[in-house]
């Protein structure tokens, strides 16, 4: 079932959560809402639910207006951030409770509903738990039951509050392949609000990143990484290496630092250079059009690189610079705490004063 | 728990048991002594005494009467006391934290204020009682004035004792509920009833102890006639001023009989509400 959002506003009191909202998101889609705390993501969410209403704007199911109609008969499976199990049913119970609440005259008999509750409680691969209550359960199977939960009443859209939030990374690793493979099996539209942009990037057919109430980007993982529309989706999505100073004819220059564009921008003032740390060499002497002077604060061998941390030499910055290089490049030049080396950025993305999109420069 | 004599470093064993002693003293003379004085003094002049005074016809109104009220107290309170905390966990509302505070008048409030307040409301010369008296409608002096007081003195019980665990248990599980479809009474009978139901005993328990020995706020109301609007407190005062001591104790004895097993019923549902609270081993967290 396809979702739309039109013009969805929400205040609390003075603080304004949600403004102009518009959202089209395809049957079958799994999208992810990620944005810092009090975005407004879960807002949104729960806007889509019925759990809490729109100020105004309108929220369309499958091309039908559903802003006024209630939570109960909107038919969205939600799972909770906290999983809100009911504490004093057990597991079975726990699955069986939207098909045990439905009017007489829909409701199955108590033998197929039990064979529901079986095949879903199979599907999450917990059959063994049918008899347990929430507080005997782990987190990851609290998780799986609240989703079989949500399943049970064989919704067309499912809502997930920060599914994986309270759960150790290697359980939310696996729970969210999982849950992948369940949305491409069945084929329901999916919505989950997310903090943590790895699990957005991984997770979502595309991802909507949100601040202050407002979106400021749609777009694939891919495209969002590659082409980010502004500072905040930059800064947002992964580290960044800036260079702050005052652009003038093609050279951006603060302190002893230094970059020489290959092409004159389209504007000049005030400029930052955005540069992720995969767009950054590493080298002992500078080159013709940048010089970066940095020196060697930590070395982190762990993972697939070597991650370093660098301190600017001569020029300012708020945050160390980061960029990875690889284990044979580490075991040739063997850097040490201190080491003085030259950044050489291959693909920068140039922010000016006054405006919001970046512009995209390619040296060689 | 296996705490006992353990010390912390440079901690001496004579405070710990000095402080002991000292609890145990105060104990003794203050809860301890009085409470075997009341059984002792009923019992001063025999079985038999006791029997007759218990038996007695005005002794037998005043136990009836203060059932009753009690009877009528609790259910009150216990519907008002569930609707009041629903509200105020339950609902954002301009005026709540107002009525978080108000709810707690009837303990900050003495009593027999309280029972002056109502004599002066809807006693015969009162703003409300002048226009029912004209109606024929009697409330002071009589049972309905008696179980008013008594509703008003016991009302906070529920309320408390339910508020902080529903703020505490949140809505999140309502609102899977609802999502599932689930209607408002649903709701109230499959989730929020179970989840309070051994806070909500302990609320009637404790309402029920209270009403049925409020002294101050009734004695102002009913105006104390024997076989009419004598209740159990107020007739053991009676029987005391009629220099008949045991008597007033047999009848104390009663109220503190109801107020040992009130507390017998407490305990009980403190240590269910304890075991059921109390989390499981959990098991290892791996899909397969």
Redesign the interface.
């Known amino acids: 079932m396809s979702i739309t959002l039109e013009q969805i506003d929400k205040s609390f009191g003075a603080f304004k959560a949600l403004q102009g909202i518009e959202l089209d998101i395809p049957d079958g889609e799994l999208i992810g809402l990620l944005g810092p705390s009090g975005s407004g993501k879960t807002t949104l969410l729960r806007i889509i639910?019925g759990?809490e209403s729109a100020d105004s704007g309108r929220i369309l199911f499958h091309g039908e207006d559903v802003t006024r109609r209630h939570?109960?008969e909107r038919?969205?499976?939600?799972v909770?951030q906290?999983y809100?199990?009911?504490?004093?049913m057990t597991v079975a119970q726990n699955i069986a409770?939207?098909l045990d609440?439905?009017p007489r005259k829909q409701r199955p008999s108590a033998a197929e509903i039990r064979q529901r509750v079986g095949n879903l409680l199979e599907m999450v691969?917990l059959s063994h738990?049918a008899d347990r209550?929430p507080?005997?359960?782990?987190?990851?199977?609290k998780q799986?039951i609240a989703l079989a939960?949500?399943l049970?009443?064989q919704p067309q859209v499912l809502l997930l509050d920060e599914p994986f939030g309270a759960l150790d990374a290697?359980?939310r690793k696996?729970?969210r392949r999982?849950l992948r493979s369940l949305h491409d099996e069945l084929n329901f539209t999916s919505v989950f609000v997310t903090h943590d942009q790895e699990e957005a990037l991984e997770l979502s057919d595309r991802v909507v990143v949100m601040s202050a109430g407002h979106i400021e980007q749609v777009d694939t993982p891919e495209a969002l990484y590659a082409k980010p529309d502004s500072r905040f989706v930059f800064d947002f999505l992964g580290h960044v290496n800036v260079l702050q100073g005052s652009l003038a004819g093609n050279r951006l220059a603060s302190g002893d630092a230094w970059v020489q564009f290959p092409e004159e921008p389209a504007a000049a003032g005030e400029a930052q250079l955005y540069l992720r740390p995969h767009e950054v060499r590493l080298q002992l002497s500078p080159v013709g059009h940048a010089h970066l002077p940095l020196q060697v604060e930590a070395i982190n061998l762990i993972g697939a690189e070597v991650r370093l941390e660098l301190r600017p030499c001569g020029w300012q910055c708020d945050t160390l610079w980061e960029v990875g290089i690889t284990h044979a490049e580490y075991h040739s030049w063997q850097p040490r705490r201190g080491d003085r080396c030259f950044a050489v950025p291959d693909v920068g993305h140039l922010f000016v004063a006054g405006h919001t999109q970046p512009q995209t420069l390619y040296w060689g | 728990m296996k705490s006992q004599g353990r010390l912390r470093a440079g901690d001496q064993p004579w405070i710990k048991w000095s402080l002991i002693g000292f609890a145990l003293l105060l104990v003794v003379l203050l809860l301890v002594v009085p409470l075997v004085m009341i059984f002792s003094q009923a019992f001063s002049a025999g079985a038999a005494t006791f029997w007759d005074n218990l038996t007695d016809e005005y002794t037998l109104h005043a136990i009836g009467l203060t059932l009753f009220v009690a009877a009528l107290t609790v259910p009150i309170n216990l519907v008002f006391g569930t609707f009041l905390a629903w509200l105020v966990t339950r609902f954002e509302f301009p005026g709540r934290k107002a009525l978080i505070t108000l709810i707690d008048i009837p303990f900050a409030v003495s009593p027999v204020v309280a029972g002056l307040l109502y004599l002066l409301l809807y006693g015969s010369n009162g703003w409300l009682g002048g226009w029912l008296m004209d109606r024929d409608v009697q409330l002071m002096f009589s049972w309905p004035g008696i179980v008013m007081v008594t509703v008003f003195v016991t009302c906070p019980f529920v309320a408390r004792e339910l508020i902080p665990l529903m703020q505490q248990q949140g809505r999140?599980?309502e609102?899977?509920?609802?999502?599932?479809?689930?209607?408002g009474w649903?709701l109230f009978r499959?989730?929020t009833l179970?989840?309070i139901q051994w806070a909500l005993l302990y609320g009637v328990v404790l309402t029920n102890a209270r009403a049925v020995g409020e002294f101050g706020a009734v004695s102002v109301v009913s105006g104390n006639i024997r076989g009419q609007t004598n209740t159990l407190p107020l007739h053991v005062e009676l029987l005391y001023q009629d220099y008949n001591a045991v008597g007033a104790f047999a009848s104390a004895s009663l109220l503190a009989g109801i107020a040992l097993l009130t507390l017998l019923i407490k305990s009980a549902v403190e240590w269910r509400q304890a075991r059921q609270m109390r989390?499981?081993s959990?098991?290892?967290?791996?899909?397969?």
């Open positions: 639910a759990l939570v109960r038919r969205v499976g939600f909770f906290h809100a199990l009911f504490r004093h409770f939207g609440v439905l691969q738990l209550f507080a005997q359960l782990s987190g990851g199977q799986r939960r949500a049970a009443m290697r359980v696996d729970l999982w | 999140e599980e609102e899977a509920g609802v999502v599932l479809g689930a209607s649903q499959k989730i179970p989840n989390p499981v959990t098991q290892s967290d791996r899909t397969t």
